[in-house]
């Protein structure tokens, strides 16, 4: 059973930075497309950036510029670089692991930008 951790989040001040992490067990960089979404409260769940493949990444447009989402495999670790943060990025994010129709989902880290 593939089961996914995140850690990193936090409160941080407008135009600061946070890097989450994400650590995986078992063996899925392999076959899975691993991303984050984020949920803020009273919206819904949005995919904040994903890497397809091992290698493709892609991003919402609200957050282009300012997230990197990167990968290293032999350390079962996906991570979310986020820069120029802004109020409007304050949501619980969460790991995922995605394959075909299966969603591994992690148990969410708080963010919160705030002066």
């Known amino acids: 059973q593939v089961q996914l951790v995140e850690s990193g989040g936090g409160l941080v001040q407008p135009g600061g930075s946070l890097r989450l992490s994400c650590a995986a067990s078992g063996s899925i960089f392999s076959s899975y497309n691993m991303g984050w979404y984020r949920q803020a409260p009273g919206k819904q769940r949005e995919l904040v950036a994903v890497i397809r493949s091992g290698v493709i990444t892609e991003y919402v447009d609200s957050v282009k510029g300012r997230f990197t989402i990167s990968r290293d495999s032999a350390k079962n670790m996906v991570y979310l670089q986020m820069n120029s943060l802004k109020p409007e990025d304050t949501a619980v994010y969460y790991c995922?692991?995605?394959?075909?129709?299966?969603?591994?989902w992690g148990q969410g880290t708080q963010v919160t930008v705030s002066s």
């Open positions: 995922n692991a995605q394959r075909w129709s299966t969603y591994i």
